[in-house]
Nanobody, 125 residues
Framework: QVQLVESGGGLVQAGGSLRLSCAAS????????MGWFRQPPGKEREFVAT????????YYPNSVKGRFTISRDNAKNTVYLQMNSLKPEDTAVYYC??????????????????WGQGTQVTVSS
């Protein structure tokens, strides 16, 4: 089992920045891919960013590309999401997830095996 705990959410004005953290514990080294997803109010969960744990290769959807950066600290078993130039439409509960599947990365929620409890990010206009 892998436990994921997110932190760093909060309220920020449009144009501001936040950094989310996700600390992993339990069966460390059992995952190959880490990702961030978000669920805006009244909407379905959507992909935000993903990173290959070994290579560090990343992938983003166009909605956040150039504004968000995913990174990892292998020694701390922690993945980060740096969010800059935040917009009101970025308001959502943000979830960290880990996948054991092989491959560079994954953009599909169903391919992730472990999930954190989520952290709220609210961007005011």
């Amino acid at each position: 089992q892998v436990q994921l705990v997110e932190s760093g959410g909060g309220l920020v004005q449009a144009g501001g920045s936040l950094r989310l953290s996700c600390a992993a514990s339990g069966r460390t080294f059992s995952w190959n891919i880490m990702g961030w997803f978000r669920q805006p109010p009244g909407k379905e969960r959507e992909f935000v960013a993903t990173i290959n744990w070994s290579s560090g290769r990343t992938y983003y959807p166009n909605s956040v590309k150039g504004r968000f950066t995913i990174s990892r600290d292998n020694a701390k078993n922690t993945v980060y999401l740096q969010m800059n130039s935040l917009k009101p439409e970025d308001t959502a509960v943000y979830y960290c997830a880990a996948s054991t599947r092989l491959g560079d990365f994954s953009t599909f929620a169903y391919q992730y095996d472990y999930w954190g409890q989520g952290t709220q990010v609210t961007v005011s206009s």
